[in-house]
């Protein structure tokens, strides 16, 4: 296959053609073995990737920890600033540089939108945005659209819902963006108060991408072949009475999809959106949808570590 992947930084979906989407997708299934531990890979041996997040994660750094201890590479780093010198009062640029001089790649989460980026300004390794407050997180989606795809086979003529908070959740404004190079129909659902954002919906309709949007989950339910549920994001709330008002303002569960022909995805974690009664179910995707963080995060390591694929 001739090179087509030549992003060094993962920053923002925006970033990113079609073709560079696909190019993933197919990388990722042909790791998928070597992800399950099936088949044996030291492609990333000696490298070491560099961890800086700065806020609580569970399936994207273990998966990138996963996916780099895999093929063969260990990481460093934290897991919360209290356990840096971030701490201490040590400021962004230099705990950056430190991980430059430590590791083949960094891999950052932080809640202020556009630090990923700044710090790919001043780093000379490449650096993976792994959620920047309510801004993108590209490597969810890019497992997100590899979640559809292995189910349906294909990401075209499909009918996505995305449901909760559209407003303050990274992954959904990633994966609008992304969807919308494909051609589905999408739907938003979301509260008044947490609809898309208006910035969002403009570049989206600058490139031709049509979309509905509703607060009623009444309005899409029975058409789609997609939920992807989202949490309402509390800590993203600058008053907590109000998110008070909103939690709960969306429920699946087994008796809203009984007989329904869908998928329910969910970036996790999810607190309340999802009923356990739908884990048992044809309908759960969210669990499987969580293993795949680990082959598509090994595709984009492979590919801006090494330039190997
Ligand atoms: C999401 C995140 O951190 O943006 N989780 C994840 O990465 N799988 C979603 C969320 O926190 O609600």
């Keep these: 296959m001739i090179k087509i992947f030549d992003l060094t930084d993962v920053i923002s979906i925006k970033d990113f053609q079609k073709k ?3 190019y993933i997708l197919k990388k990722a299934e042909n790791l998928e073995k070597v992800a399950k531990s099936e088949e044996y890979s030291d492609e990333l041996a000696g490298k070491i990737l560099g961890m800086m997040f700065f806020e609580p994660s569970t399936r994207t750094r273990l998966s990138f920890e996963t996916g780099m201890k895999r093929l063969g ?58 959620g920047d407050g309510a ?17 349906f086979d294909k990401i075209k003529d499909l009918n996505i ?20 190079m494909f051609d589905v129909q999408m739907s938003f659902v979301a509260p008044d108060e947490l609809k898309m954002p208006k910035e ?38 600058p008053d907590e009475e109000e998110y008070s008002k909103i939690k709960g303002a969306y429920l699946i569960n087994h008796h809203l999809i009984k007989g329904k022909d869908l ?39 492979k590919n801006i570590i090494k330039n190997k694929i």
Aim: aromatic share 10%; with cysteine.
């Design 263 to 301: 998928i329910v995805m969910h970036p996790l974690p999810r607190v309340g959106e999802i009923s356990t009664d739908v884990d048992n179910t044809k309908y759960n995707k969210y669990f499987e949808q969580a293993f795949y963080g680990v082959p598509v995060r090994m595709a984009i390591l």
């Design 73 to 130: 590479g260990s990481c460093v780093g934290f897991d919360g600033s209290v356990a840096s010198s971030v701490s201490k009062g040590e400021n962004l640029a230099d705990t950056s540089k430190m991980f430059e001089a430590y590791s083949d790649a960094l891999v950052i989460r932080h809640d202020l939108e556009g630090v990923a980026k700044f710090i790919s300004d001043i780093v000379d390794v490449p650096v993976i945005n792994a």
């Design 161 to 180: 819902a995305l449901v909760g908070d559209l407003k303050y959740g990274r992954t959904v404004h990633s994966l609008a963006y992304a969807l919308g």
């Design 200 to 237: 969002t919906l403009h570049d989206l309709e600058k490139d031709n991408v049509k979309f509905y949007q509703t607060n009623n989950l009444k309005d899409v339910i029975d058409d789609v072949d997609v939920l992807y549920v989202t949490r309402i994001q509390k800590e993203r709330f």
């Design 135 to 151: 801004g993108q997180h590209p490597t969810q989606t890019l497992l997100d659209i590899y979640t559809i795809k292995r189910r």
């Design 20 to 22: 560079d989407i696909q």
